[in-house]
């Protein structure tokens, strides 16, 4: 199997967690999310220490990897062993639109994410965004875009491939290229920034 070390970031809803879960089924590859290492029950968040110590050791007991979250104090960690990021990042409405009916189902299945923790409906149409992953998403959608903006500009990451992703179409259309390359020998290339 060709090595992959793959980093998965973006705004909220933009299908971070989807695209991983792909890879992990389609390429074999191990899978870390972020949010699940992050929020410790009763969304207690792991101190640091622990965080950045959990998610080294999944890169160093792993050769090949699929992480998706953008927590920053690992982010340069998870980046410096990467060799490619995905920088998922569709229109904010579009966004929107996805949190919305994927905390609602949430809501009402009573869906456990991660350690105990559930989704509330009574908190999904708060205006604080500390409450609401609605109001989280429109809050922060653009403020995503620039901080990655920057990020992928930054000379310490041109060893990475770097995608930016903004529909669907997009993300399949590279997800059937990566299923192809698995069948034909490596071939050298060089780390390349693109935005599909």
Sequence with gaps: MIDRRISIVGCSGSGKSTLARRLEHALGLPRLELDGVYHQKNWTPLPEDRFRYRVAAFMDENPSWVIDGNYGVVQPDIWACANTVIWL???????????GWRSIGRGIRRTELWNGNRES?????????????????????PAKE??????????????????????NTQINSWLTDLLASETLPAAATSPRMEHA
């Design 146 to 167: 620039v901080l990655f903006e920057k990020r992928f500009a930054e000379s310490r990451w041109a060893h990475l491939n770097r995608r930016r992703f903004t529909r």
């Design 121 to 141: 409906l009574t908190s999904l149409f708060s205006l604080d965004p500390e409450r609401s992953m609605l109001a989280w998403t429109w809050t922060t959608h």
């Design 89 to 99: 990042h569709p229109p904010r409405w579009t966004a929107m639109w996805r949190v």
